[in-house]
């Protein structure tokens, strides 16, 4: 089955700074890649996915890039606040009729002021 | 407006209890899954149910039951069997695949 890493485990940076999570995959079959946000006793929410026919995509101030032959994707917060502070997974998953998420184990993003 | 809804959002268990978590969601979405998160652990899938009537184990479930009577709600109940309950459990819900998830806002279950 699929196999997602994610690095790093926790991310502490200045506000204003930018962050980078990255993430792994193991099966080259998988083509879609979403990323979540989770607050503090919250469920995750999603913030922003990808596909393999497009190598970035961008929303404000995230953005997530896809490299199908390495097979690995980032998620890139520029300008940061300290409301992204929170825990974030990517995850992968094939276009097939019972395929589910695979999620990473999740990055602590922690935005100082 | 449309959301998914777990309930209760505390639960306490007794040593050699079943205890039932509710999912109910009213997205119109066809599947419906069940996640733990433990520390350090991620997410990690139980169950998950793409059509009513129909549903699959996931990578833990053992110790866990689910059915999918109707489309808008997908019940897990812990068993006994179940030697490690104590987790925060995670309800989402999708069109299908590979589209991402609508989640709950979770119930976090201890052992007491």
């Known amino acids: 089955g699929e196999n997602v890493e994610q690095h790093p485990s926790t991310l502490s940076v200045q506000e204003g700074d930018s962050a980078v999570i990255k993430c792994t995959y193991s099966?080259?079959?998988?083509?879609?890649f979403p990323w979540y946000k989770q607050e503090l006793g919250k469920g995750p929410q999603l913030i922003i996915d990808i596909r393999s026919n497009v190598g970035e995509k961008k929303d404000q101030r995230i953005a997530v890039t896809l490299n199908k032959t390495a097979k690995h994707f980032s998620l890139h917060i520029t300008e940061t606040q300290p409301e992204d502070s929170a825990v974030y997974f990517c995850a992968a998953s094939m276009n097939s009729g019972y395929s589910t998420l695979t999620f990473g184990k999740g990055t602590m993003l922690l935005v100082s002021p | 407006d449309g959301g998914i809804t777990q309930s209760p959002k505390y639960l306490f268990r007794k040593e050699g209890q079943n205890v039932t978590l509710s999912c109910e969601q009213n997205?119109?979405?066809?599947?419906m899954y069940w996640y733990r998160q433990d520390p350090g652990q991620g997410l990690r899938l139980i169950y998950y149910?793409?059509?009513?009537?129909?549903?699959q184990k996931g990578d833990i479930a053992e110790g866990y039951s689910v059915s999918r009577e109707k489309k808008e709600s997908f019940p897990l109940t812990v068993t006994s069997a179940q030697k490690n309950p104590t987790a925060f459990y995670l309800c989402?819900?999708?069109?299908?695949?590979?589209?991402?998830?609508?989640f709950g806002s979770g119930t976090r279950l201890t052992v007491v």
């Open positions: 997205l119109n979405h066809d599947a």
């Open positions: 989402a819900s999708s069109f299908g695949t590979p589209n991402g998830y609508t």
């Open positions: 149910s793409q059509i009513v009537n129909d549903f």
């Open positions: 099966d080259s079959a998988s083509n879609y």
